[in-house]
């Protein structure tokens, strides 16, 4: 089975250091987007785009997270500077959305960061 | 966002079936019921959607009230494998711009007991 790809599966950095997720989303799928774990706010939308356009991204704070997909492969999520409450699971899902689909998400297995 | 409403936490016994309610009274007429479930150390799978009627695959079958306030997803005879959070979520239909986008709450956490 296609699946969705991230990079790297775990993280340990210390306060203030740059952090680059990178996700690879399944071929073919047109929408990705990126989610943030924690126990206290669960699963939350960070930002997804659509055939590499960005659609929303009003879930991620502006000052020190950004998304870019630098081509159809590859999604990244970067952190500058990195903060010990941004610690959480992130994880990238991908899938295609059209006119007339309605297609499920496929998620990756994660990447857990910790910053220290 | 339309909103859905889970129970926390539900328990089974291994073989027997279980059904997981999910309320969503504020559901709009094109909105899917989409259902995904996380197991320990992964990214939520998804389980099972549909707009109106029941729906039945290989892993689970989805019930859907005939008001859609509310759904249940049944599985049929659950083993230990099957232990994990259980989300209920709402989607928009195709070709809108929010089509794909939704709001993941709480989940159920569904423990199998041998």
Known sequence: DARVTQTPRDKVTEMGQEVTMRCQPILGHNTVFWYRQTMMQGLELLAYFRNRAPLDDSGMPKDRFSAEMPDATLATLKIQPSEPRDSAVYFCASGFFGTLINQPQHFGDGTRLSIL | ?114
């Open chain 2, 1 to 114: 966002d339309a909103k859905t409403t889970q129970p926390n936490s539900m328990e089974s016994n291994e073989e027997e079936p279980v059904h997981l309610p999910c309320n969503h009274s504020t559901i709009s007429g094109t909105d899917y019921i989409h259902w995904y479930r996380q197991l320990p150390s992964q990214g939520p799978e998804y389980v099972i959607h549909g707009l109106t009627s029941n729906v039945n695959n290989r892993m689970a079958s989805l019930a859907i009230a005939e008001d859609r306030k509310s759904s249940t997803l049944i599985l049929h005879r659950a083993t230990l494998r099957d232990a994990a959070v259980y989300y209920c979520i709402l989607r928009d239909p195709p070709g809108g711009t929010n089509a794909g986008k939704s709001t993941f709450g709480d989940g159920t956490t569904l423990t199998v007991k041998p």
